[in-house]
């Protein structure tokens, strides 16, 4: 089976440049992940669909991050305006059901320098 | 909030040795443990899981023990080959909640 797809794989940006991201999850997976990565630590949860709704986004900044997951399959993850903060590898992830029941599928990630 | 940690940056182990890979967590809630290998460029891809009503899984070279009174879980690969060399992940789980820990770098030197 293919796996998760993302897009771009690097992306430098001034601050206060926007940015988005894309993911394609592997086909039939119901739910999809936006995780954050900064260097030296684990990914953190930024957003989780299932379907096209969201389930949690309470660590999402929402005053400058924003996703959608248009007809429950691709999504994208926007960043306006970025900040030097912002730098780190942004990963996609999707499971067939919620996390505890089936393993996560990682993406190659899109890795986001702010400078 | 570092609800799961993993003291160790990093780990070295010769070929054919035992790697010990160690994880300590803080919210009891969790019931349902990972661990995730990472090459670099690439995304975490999953090794092996562990339910919170089980103390040991196996899958081949790899077996991970759960301590549930000691909020302790550790990743056995034995022998180790070269080819584990890379970052691996604990994450533990909890009614849509997964957290990571900041994970441990393994090196197998042939």
């Known amino acids: 089976e293919a796996g998760v797809a993302q897009s771009p794989r690097y992306k430098i940006i001034e601050k206060r440049q926007s940015v988005a991201f894309w993911c394609n999850p592997i086909?039939?997976?119901?739910?999809l992940y936006w995780y954050q990565q900064i260097l030296g630590q684990g990914p953190k949860l930024l957003i989780q669909?299932?379907?096209?709704?969201?389930?949690?986004d309470s660590q999402l900044p929402k005053d400058r991050f924003s996703a959608e997951r248009l007809k429950g399959v691709d999504s994208t993850l926007k960043i306006q305006p970025a900040k030097l903060e912002d730098s780190a590898v942004y990963l996609c992830?999707?499971?067939?059901?919620?996390?505890?029941?089936?393993?996560?599928?990682f993406g190659n990630g899109t890795r986001l320098t702010v400078t | 909030d570092q609800q799961v940690k993993q003291n160790s940056p990093s780990l070295s182990v010769q070929e054919g040795r035992i790697s010990i890979l160690n994880c300590d967590y803080t919210?009891?809630?969790?019931?349902?443990f990972l661990w995730y290998k990472k090459y670099p460029a690439e995304g975490p891809t999953f090794l092996i899981s562990?339910?919170?009503?089980?103390d040991k899984n196996e899958d081949g070279r790899f077996t991970v023990f759960l301590n549930k009174s000691a909020k302790h879980l550790s990743l056995h690969i034995v022998p180790s080959q070269p080819g584990d060399s890379a970052v691996y992940f604990c994450?533990?789980?909890?009614?849509?909640?997964?957290?990571f820990g900041a994970g441990t770098r393994l090196t197998v030197k042939p």
């Open positions: 992830a999707s499971s067939s059901q919620g996390a505890g029941n089936s393993p996560l599928h």
């Open positions: 086909s039939g997976h119901a739910t």
């Open positions: 669909f299932q379907n096209n709704g969201v389930v949690d």
């Open positions: 919210n009891s809630m969790f019931d349902y």
């Open positions: 562990i339910s919170s009503i089980k």
């Open positions: 994450a533990a789980f909890n009614n849509n909640d997964m957290r």
